[in-house]
Structures are given as C-alpha cells and as structure tokens.
C-alpha cells in the first residue's frame, strides 16, 4: 500500500497563478521529498524536508511538514506553463535507506 | 543531470521469455534502485542495492532478480515475463540512501505481449 497519497490528483491553473499540492502518509518519517517528472521523463528531486523542520523554501517553491498531522504541502507561486508536469510526494520511513512514493498530482498550467 | 542511462530505452517481448534491463551510472554512487510506474499506483520498489553485490527487495519484488557486480552497473531480470510486468521502469541512485535526494534515468518502456 502507498505510504504517501497526494491530494488533489489533477489540478488545472492559469499562468500566475499560485499550485498547492497536499501529501498525506500513515507512518512517522525522518524525511519527506518532493519530486516532479515532466511527461515522458524521468523524476527530478525538488525539495527535501526533514522531520525537525516545519517550513523550507527553494525559489518559487514552500514545502512545509505538519508530523502531528502527517501530512506536507507544496506551493509553487507564480505557476508558469513549464511547471506542467507531476508531481509526487515520497517519504523516508528510516530502517532501509528506501524511499515510499505517493501516487502524484498531474498539474496543468495553461496560458 | 547526473550520469544515469538506461538500456533498452524501449522493448517488446514476449510472454514466458526472459528480460534484463540495465542502469548505468557515473556518479560513484552507492545506493540504486529498481522502480516501475503504473498508472495509479505512483512508483513502486522492486529492489535496490547499497553496495556490490548488497542488494535487498522492496514492494513489488517477485518475479524479479537483481545483480550488481559492479559500483556502476546494476541489472534488473525479469525471469520469465508476464503481461503484468509491462510497465515503465525507472533506475535511480543515491549517494548516501534515503536521507538525500535520489536521481533518476530516463526509464525503460517494457511490453510483454
């Protein structure tokens, strides 16, 4: 079973405008990443945040963690047509040096 | 991008024959991984390995063998294909395991009719 489900699972935005995205997960975590693959390609790493931190940055992009509530978001501001893609959520449940990934969201910017 | 290939890009088999495909990497990393991604269930693990010739499974390991006898190269064997295992399979690799980012290779496209 997925230890992270994204939520929602297709999201449709205009150019400019802001993306949030939301993981959720059942089991504690030392980390949790954010990852994005554009169609046809391979996953790209965008942003880690361990189980200490409540809040990172990274350009456009704000992943914050909320352990009590096991759950993560990503917001990607000012969204342009090249954010286009999906993006997947993946934890580390510690114990194997192995990643748990989500199910994804598919975001479409259109112009 | 890291320096990560996969090989065949794409293939087509057949039901029952056997399939190996193969990760290559220039990073000198220690971890790898064996992914497949189906529609609706996200990237799942088959295996990985944290060193030559360490390798244990994951979610979705049966019906597939691992070798690694080399730091750069890791193998992933499907023994004998089934329709079920047409997926897209993606190697990715780490320099220290899960509490870093991992990296990925472009992906294999397998078939099994």
């Known amino acids: 079973s997925q230890q992270g489900e994204e939520d929602p699972q297709a999201l449709s935005i205009q150019e400019g405008e802001n993306a949030t995205m939301n993981c959720s997960y059942k089991?504690?975590?030392?980390?949790l990443q954010w990852y994005r693959q554009n169609s046809g390609r391979g996953l790209v790493h965008l942003i880690l945040i361990r189980s200490n931190e409540r809040e990172k940055h990274s350009g456009r992009l704000r992943v914050t963690l909320d352990t009590s509530k096991k759950s993560s978001s990503l917001l990607i501001t000012a969204s342009r047509a090249a954010d286009t893609a999906s993006y997947f959520c993946?934890?580390?449940?510690?114990?194997?040096?192995?990643?748990?990934f989500g199910t994804g969201t598919q975001l479409k910017v259109e112009l | 991008d890291a320096g990560i290939t996969q090989s065949p890009r794409h293939k087509v088999t057949e039901t029952g024959t056997p399939v190996t495909l193969r990760c290559h990497q220039t990073e000198n990393h220690r971890y790898m991984y064996w992914y497949r991604q189906d529609p609706g269930h996200g990237l799942r693990l088959i295996h990985y390995s944290y060193g030559v010739k360490d390798t244990d499974k994951g979610e979705v390991s049966d019906g597939y063998s691992v070798s690694r006898s080399k730091t750069e190269d890791f193998l992933l064997t499907l023994e004998s294909a089934t329709s079920s295992q047409t997926s897209v399979y993606f190697c990715?690799?780490?320099?220290?395991?899960?509490?870093?980012?991992?990296?990925f290779g472009p992906g294999t496209r397998l078939t099994v009719t």
């Open positions: 993946a934890t580390d449940m510690g114990g194997g040096n192995k990643l748990t």
């Open positions: 990715a690799i780490s320099e220290t395991g899960s509490s870093y980012e991992q990296y």
């Open positions: 089991t504690s975590i030392n980390n």
